[in-house]
């Protein structure tokens, strides 16, 4: 059993930065799937960004351009960092690690992100 723990939320202004971690309490190296996915209100849950083990991104239309995930795998931990942020990027992000083809995944409690105009 892997636990996630995300940091890094906050308020911030339109047009800001954040940068969001998320903790694994194991090697993140066995997973061939981390990502972000964020859930605003009212609405459902949604990938932000996946990140294979071969290092092969996958990144929303609505944040192409603005947000950057890496990892460190000596840390365990994998970072979003969060540029030129918008109102419409509000909600709680989560972190999630998997194993494609397996079943397994796992995800942290969540971290929110308030962007105010």
């Known amino acids: 059993q892997v636990q996630l723990v995300e940091s890094g939320g906050g308020l911030v202004q339109a047009g800001g930065s954040l940068r969001l971690s998320c903790a694994a309490s194991g090697s993140i190296v066995s997973f061939n799937r981390l990502g972000w996915y964020r859930q605003a209100p009212g609405k459902q849950r949604e990938l932000v960004v996946a990140?294979?083990?071969?290092?092969?991104?996958n990144y929303a239309d609505s944040v192409k351009g603005r947000f950057t995930i890496s990892r460190d795998n000596a840390k365990n931990t994998v970072f979003l960092q969060m540029n030129s942020l918008k109102r419409d990027d509000t909600a709680v992000y989560y972190c999630h690690a998997g194993v494609a083809g397996y079943g397994i995944d796992y995800w942290g409690k969540g971290t929110l992100v308030t962007v105010s105009s």
């Open positions: 990140i294979t083990s071969g290092g092969s991104r």
